[in-house]
C-alpha cells in the first residue's frame, strides 16, 4: 500500500537522521569601580557594582536544522553616594532555528552575529545585559546578508531597524547597510557603504576600514564617514605591538547632519576599555601592547589619546553623549577646545581549564574640552574590574 511505504520511508528517513542536544552554561561575575564619572568631584557619581549573569541553554541539530535556546539573567547590585539599588533583567538571549544545506545557512529569530571586525555591527556581550538580534540572517560562503533589529535594549525609546549585506574577498570585505528609525525626534533612513582591506607586509599586519554614510537622520540631511586603520608588529613570538588610528566626522546645522552613526556596533576595547569615546565626531591615536606570558595569561596595556573632529559637535559614547555637571559635554560655540583627554588600559587575562579571569584597571586623564565645560579644571576619571567567567 503507498500509505504504509510513505510511512515506511518517513521512518527510515527519521532512523537515517542524527538528533544531537547538548546543553550548556554560562555564569559571569564582575566587581567594577568608577570615580568620577563626569570628571567633577563635588557631583557624588562615584560607584561600585557587583554585576552577575547567569545564562543556561541548549542546542538541538537535526540533520540539516538546528534549534538553540538560551536564557538570560543578569543582576547588578550597585553602591552609589546617592543611594544603593539593584536592577535584574530577564530574558531569551538566543532563540533561534537554523538550517544548514549545501552550503547555505538561514538563521530566523533571537541570534548572535558580527559583520567585518564589529565596529558597524556585532553582538554586545560587555555590559551585564548583552545586547543580540532579533530578525533573519543568510549565510552563504563568503556572502552573507540580513534583515535584524536590536534584542534586549534598555533605555532605548527608538525601535530602529538595520538591513544589509556583506562579501568577502581576496583582501578585505565589502558592505551595505541601510537603518531606519523613527523617533520623537524625527524619522532616520541612513545608506551606509563600508570597505575593509587585510594585507600582510612582511610579518606586519595592516588593516584598513573606510565607511561612508549619507541619507536623512532624525529629519536633518545625512553625510558623515569614517576611518579605521592599524599597523600590528610581532616585536617577538610573545610580545606584539599595534599602532592604531581612528576618525569619525561630527558636526550638526539647521538641516543637516555629520555625525556618524555606529549602527549596532560592538565598541567595548575598541577605543579605551572605560568605553567613554564611541566612533563619532571623534579623532584617536593609540598604542596598543600585549605580552603572552604562556598560553594561557596574557598582559595587555593600552594607550589612546582623542580628539573631537568639530568642536561644536559633542563628546559621545557609541549610543549617546557623556554628560558632566552641567548636562550633555557639548560646546555649540566651539571654544572649549578639542582635547577630550588620555586613557590608559591595563588588563590582565588568564585562561583556567574551568574559568576565565580578567582584572583591568584604566585612568582617564580629561583634556581642554572637558576641563573647560567642568569650570577650568576636571578629575581624572578611574576604573578598576575584576571579572570571572565559567562555562560548563
Given at each position: 500500500m ?7 520511508l518517513?521512518?527510515e ?8 542536544v ?14 568620577d ?7 557624588a ?11 543556561p541553554?541548549f ?6 536544522w538546528?534549534?538553540?535556546?538560551a536564557?538570560q539573567?543578569?543582576?547588578s ?11 535584574t ?8 532555528l ?7 545557512a538561514?538563521?530566523?529569530g ?6 567585518n571586525?564589529?565596529?558597524l555591527?556585532a ?10 538580534f532579533?530578525g ?5 560562503g563568503?556572502?552573507q546578508a540580513?534583515f535584524?533589529?536590536d ?5 532605548r525609546?527608538h525601535?530602529?531597524r ?10 578585505g570585505?565589502?558592505s551595505?547597510?541601510?537603518?531606519t528609525d523613527v523617533?520623537s ?9 563600508d ?5 600582510k ?5 595592516t588593516n584598513l576600514?573606510?565607511a ?5 537622520s532624525?529629519g536633518k ?22 599602532f ?14 555629520r555625525?556618524f ?8 576595547s575598541?577605543?579605551g ?19 603572552s ?8 596595556a593600552n594607550?589612546h589619546?582623542?580628539?573631537l573632529?568639530?568642536?561644536?559637535d ?15 559635554f557639548?560646546?555649540?560655540?566651539g571654544?572649549?577646545g ?5 586613557e590608559?588600559?591595563v588588563?590582565?587575562?588568564?585562561e583556567?581549564?574551568?574559568a576565565?579571569?580578567?582584572a ?9 574640552f ?17 571579572q570571572?567567567?565559567f562555562?560548563?
Amino acid at each position: 500500500m503507498p500509505f504504509v511505504s510513505y510511512l515506511i520511508l518517513a521512518a527510515e528517513t527519521i532512523k537515517n537522521q542524527q538528533l544531537a542536544v547538548t546543553t550548556d552554561i554560562k555564569l559571569r561575575t564582575r566587581f567594577e569601580r568608577v570615580t568620577d564619572k563626569d570628571f567633577y568631584e563635588p557631583d557624588a557619581d562615584n560607584y561600585s557594582s557587583f554585576l552577575t549573569r547567569f545564562e543556561p541553554g541548549f542546542t538541538v541539530d537535526y540533520g540539516q536544522w538546528q534549534f538553540r535556546t538560551a536564557y538570560q539573567f543578569a543582576h547588578s547590585q550597585n553602591w552609589m553616594a546617592s543611594g544603593d539599588n539593584s536592577t535584574t533583567n530577564s530574558d531569551l538571549n538566543e532563540f533561534y532555528l537554523k538550517h544548514t544545506e549545501n552550503g547555505q545557512a538561514w538563521t530566523l529569530g533571537r541570534q548572535k552575529f558580527e559583520i567585518n571586525d564589529g565596529r558597524l555591527v556585532a553582538t554586545s556581550d560587555w555590559g551585564n545585559v548583552s545586547r543580540t538580534f532579533d530578525g533573519i540572517h543568510f549565510e552563504n560562503g563568503d556572502f552573507q546578508a540580513f534583515f535584524i533589529k536590536d534584542a534586549i535594549v534598555k533605555n532605548r525609546s527608538h525601535d530602529a531597524r538595520l538591513a544589509g549585506f556583506s562579501a568577502h574577498h581576496a583582501g578585505g570585505n565589502s558592505s551595505y547597510f541601510f537603518k531606519t528609525d523613527v523617533s520623537s525626534s524625527g524619522s532616520t533612513a541612513i545608506h551606509t557603504l563600508d570597505r575593509t582591506w587585510k594585507s600582510k607586509l612582511g610579518s606586519n599586519a595592516t588593516n584598513l576600514e573606510i565607511a561612508a554614510q549619507f541619507g536623512e537622520s532624525v529629519g536633518k540631511e545625512h553625510s558623515a564617514y569614517a576611518v579605521h586603520a592599524d599597523l600590528t608588529i610581532p616585536v617577538s613570538q610573545k610580545f606584539k605591538v599595534t599602532f592604531e588610528g581612528n576618525l569619525a566626522s561630527g558636526g550638526q546645522s539647521a538641516n543637516h547632519s555629520r555625525t556618524f552613526d555606529e549602527l549596532s556596533a560592538s565598541t567595548h576595547s575598541k577605543y579605551g576599555y572605560m568605553d567613554m569615546v564611541g566612533w563619532r565626531n571623534m579623532k584617536e591615536i593609540a598604542l596598543k601592547t600585549k605580552y603572552s606570558f604562556t598560553k594561557e595569561t596574557s598582559l595587555i596595556a593600552n594607550l589612546h589619546g582623542f580628539w573631537l573632529f568639530d568642536p561644536a559637535d559633542g563628546f559621545y559614547r557609541s549610543s549617546s553623549m557623556n554628560k558632566g555637571p552641567g548636562g550633555n559635554f557639548i560646546d555649540p560655540t566651539g571654544m572649549s577646545g578639542t582635547h577630550l583627554g588620555t586613557e590608559l588600559n591595563v588588563e590582565l587575562n588568564h585562561e583556567f581549564s574551568w574559568a576565565a579571569l580578567k582584572a583591568g584597571f584604566g585612568v582617564f586623564e580629561p583634556g581642554n574640552f572637558i576641563k573647560n565645560l567642568n569650570g577650568g579644571s576636571a578629575e581624572r576619571q578611574i576604573y578598576f574590574y575584576t571579572q570571572l567567567s565559567f562555562k560548563f
